[in-house]
C-alpha cells in the first residue's frame, strides 16, 4: 500500500499490439507459485518493497489473502528460479493485472523484470485478454522505464 499522497500511475499493455519473447538469462528458469514457495516469494517481495514502492503483510496474512482473494490463481504468479532460489516475481490477478513485479537486488539489470513481464504479457493474451495493466508509483522511475520499454503506456 503506498503512503497518503503519493502519486500513482496506472499503465496498460495493449495486447493487440506486437511484443517480443522473453529471454532468460541461462542460469534463470520459470516456474510456478506452491505452497512450498510461499515464503521464499514474501521473502522476495519484503526485500524488494523494503525500500518503498509498496508493502507486505506478515506472512500470514498475506498467504491467507492472497488465497482467499477471487482474483487469485497459482498459475498466475510467474516466478523465476536460479540455482540460489527465486530471483523474480510476477504475481498477476486474474483481471489481467499485474500486482507486484519484483527481482531480486543480486539479479537486477539481467532482463529478469522485462522477460517476467513479457511471459505475463503472453499469458494474458493465450487467455483472451486485450490488454495488460498495472500500478506505479511515480518517483519509481527505474520501473516505469522497464515498463515503457516493453510497450506500456501511462494510462
Not at 498475506?62 to 490463481?73: C, I, K, P, T, Y
Not at 489481467?96 to 499469458?123: C, E, M, N, W
Not at 487467455?127 to 506505479?136: E, N
Request: net charge negative; aromatic share 10%; with cysteine.
Amino acid at each position: 500500500m503506498p503512503a497518503p499522497g503519493t502519486k500513482i500511475f496506472r499503465m496498460r499493455k495493449l495486447l493487440g499490439d506486437p511484443f517480443d519473447s522473453p529471454v532468460w538469462p541461462p542460469d534463470v528458469y520459470l516456474t510456478e507459485l506452491n505452497p512450498d514457495l510461499a515464503g521464499e516469494v514474501h521473502d522476495l517481495l519484503m526485500l524488494g518493497y523494503q525500500n518503498g514502492g509498496g508493502s507486505v503483510a506478515p506472512f500470514q496474512d498475506w498467504w491467507s489473502a492472497l488465497l482467499s482473494d477471487s482474483e487469485f490463481d497459482p498459475s498466475l504468479c510467474f516466478l523465476a528460479r536460479d540455482q540460489q532460489g527465486i530471483v523474480g516475481v510476477a504475481q498477476c490477478w486474474t483481471s489481467a493485472f499485474v500486482k507486484d513485479l519484483v527481482v531480486h537486488p543480486r539479479r537486477r539489470k539481467q532482463g529478469i523484470g522485462a522477460s517476467l513481464l513479457l511471459h505475463a504479457y503472453a499469458t494474458f493474451y493465450h487467455r483472451g485478454a486485450s490488454t495488460v495493466d498495472l500500478k506505479v508509483e511515480a518517483e519509481n522511475t527505474s520501473a516505469i522505464q522497464l515498463y515503457l520499454k516493453s510497450g506500456m503506456q501511462i494510462v
